[in-house]
Nanobody, 126 residues
């Protein structure tokens, strides 16, 4: 089992940047695929990006490609989401997710992940 705690959200102007962090508990961080999702008011939770257990494969939603970057630092048990060129439509609660099923490397749906953080609010003003 793994516990996830997000941080780094806040209010930023359009065109600005933020870096979100997701700290994972436990000593088996390297045995989880990790992902970021977001949920805007009145909308379903949607996939943003993911990274495999070994960091070799990443996936991005089309809406964030070229602007967002996911990375992981093993000795910190942390996954990062660097968000650049932010737009008002990026406003949402951002959630970190983890899953220990390593057989599949592409995980882009909510049901692909067993563990979730509490979320961190990102607000982009126009």
């Amino acid at each position: 089992q793994v516990q996830l705690v997000e941080s780094g959200g806040g209010l930023v102007q359009a065109g600005g940047s933020l870096r979100l962090s997701c700290a994972a508990s436990g000593r088996t961080f390297s045995r989880y695929h990790m992902g970021w999702f977001r949920q805007a008011p009145g909308k379903e939770r949607e996939f943003v990006t993911s990274i495999t257990w070994n960091g070799k494969t990443t996936n991005y939603a089309d809406s964030v490609k070229g602007r967002f970057t996911i990375s992981r630092v093993y000795d910190r048990n942390t996954v990062y989401l660097q968000m650049n060129s932010l737009k008002p439509e990026d406003t949402a609660v951002y959630y970190c997710a983890a899953d220990g099923n390593l057989l599949r490397t592409v995980k882009t749906t909510v049901s692909d992940y067993a563990y979730w953080g509490q979320g961190t609010q990102v607000t982009v003003s126009s």
